[in-house]
């Protein structure tokens, strides 16, 4: 009798992953990148519709950075490019030649000769003898569209594996089988976390990485073509090499972070004088910041950590608030003297930095203020947290009556980390 339950329940199984399996690729196949290609349209048109109004001020490389486009205004003869790179036949230029001068809109998949790939492009009627040319590459429905059909595979395959084995399980008892239920959902919430934040820090980095690889890029390719002046070779060598040290600053903290978080730093324990240390890094942060006032701490308090993480930790708290100190160019520092440790705190006025802020000031590449002008990544508390969490360090943030209050400690004695 339990061979014939465990027997139409593991069919039963396969038939539902059969279904499930057979239900995903159909979908995928005849409706998923139907629906995305309409989707795109759309947005390219709508793209279009702004571009060319005359009573919106559009800025092209926000809709590109946002909708992940290309956008370009090209005269008619332009069009000739795409059947001398091969990439259209001339009846196809001449067509879409055709229908611009008739005022008329045009989409057309174009297998590029470059990194873009088979993209899709929007030619839209735009001034006399030109059009506005809207471009996407469709790679990535594709890339897209074989993640989501991996996963679910993948998925079903789980699936079906642990149904395989509940079904010679069930003489365990049904007790066991809801265990096991509410194992696999929290299985699947965590891979769900985890793949929302593995996306939300691809997003970030590649945003972070985009504008200044764009900026090497453009100033390269001006020296490349040798179109600027002595003068201006000079300054695109140096804005070169600036782009480049903000990238490999950046490069560096996601390493840190990397390490951090894999559980790879190795902290090296000794004593030494948090104050003397406080007072070598304000001496060289105070150069950029040379109309602040700081109150420092007086005397001497030794603690015991690894000095160099610290020095770390000191630098980004300091250099926080000497940025977010915008209404009053004052900031104290002060170290306070507990019963085992020592609390060392930074106090600045802020009107930036708001309650709401403070649940995601840890957070990697959150910033208190939303300008992304403003220098740095937003890596840096996220930094002193994993610091301080490797010492087992006790540290918070408050704030009250625009006065923000961030403090850690540190131990009088030394114990193993």
Do not use: C
């Amino acid at each position: 009798m339990k061979m014939k339950i465990k027997g139409k329940v593991i069919l039963l199984i396969f038939l539902v992953v059969f279904i499930m399996i057979s239900g995903l690729l159909v979908t995928n196949k005849f409706f998923l990148e139907k629906f995305y290609l309409e989707n795109k349209e759309d947005t390219l048109l709508e793209i279009g519709a702004k571009v060319v109004d005359p009573n919106t001020t559009i800025d092209f490389q926000q809709l590109e950075r946002e909708y992940n486009v290309l956008i370009s205004i090209e005269k008619f003869q332009n069009l000739n490019s795409f059947s001398s790179e091969g990439s259209l036949t001339k009846e196809q230029v001449e067509h879409i030649r055709e229908v611009l001068e008739s005022g008329n809109k045009i989409f057309m998949n174009i297998n590029m000769k470059d990194y873009r790939g088979e993209s899709i492009y929007l030619f839209y009627p735009y001034l006399r003898g030109k059009y506005i040319e809207i471009s996407t590459p469709l790679s990535f429905i594709q890339e897209g569209m074989k993640i989501s059909t991996e996963y679910h595979l993948k998925l079903l395959a789980l699936t079906l594996v642990l149904g395989i084995f509940l079904a010679f399980s069930l003489e365990r008892g049904i007790e066991e089988l809801n265990e096991t239920n509410e194992r696999l959902k929290e299985e699947i919430e965590r891979e769900r976390q985890i793949e929302t934040l593995r996306k939300e820090f691809i997003a970030n980095v590649s945003h972070e990485l985009k504008t200044p690889i764009a900026i090497i890029q453009g100033y390269a390719q001006g020296l490349f073509e040798n179109i600027a002046s002595d003068e201006d070779k000079e300054f695109y060598a140096e804005t070169i090499i600036e782009e480049s040290k903000k990238m490999d600053g950046l490069v560096r903290e996601l390493l840190l972070i990397s390490h951090i978080e894999s559980g790879q730093l190795k902290l090296t324990t000794e004593r030494f004088d948090i104050i003397l240390l406080i007072e070598e890094i304000v001496e060289r942060i105070i150069v950029k910041y040379h109309d602040f006032k700081v109150e420092l701490p007086s005397g001497d308090a030794y603690v015991y950590g690894d000095e160099t993480y610290i020095s770390r930790v000191l630098q980004n708290l300091i250099e926080n608030a000497f940025k977010y100190s915008e209404e009053s160019k004052s900031i104290k520092i002060g170290v306070e003297e507990k019963s085992d440790v020592y609390q060392i705190y930074i106090e600045n006025r802020t009107t930036q930095v708001k309650k709401e802020d403070l649940k995601n000031i840890w957070t990697p590449f959150y910033r208190m203020n939303k300008n992304r002008n403003r220098e740095g990544h937003g890596l840096g508390l996220a930094i002193v947290k994993g610091i301080l969490q490797q010492h087992k360090s006790k540290f918070g943030v408050d704030i009250a009556k625009e006065k923000l209050r961030i403090w850690f400690e540190l131990p009088k004695k030394t114990f193993f980390y």
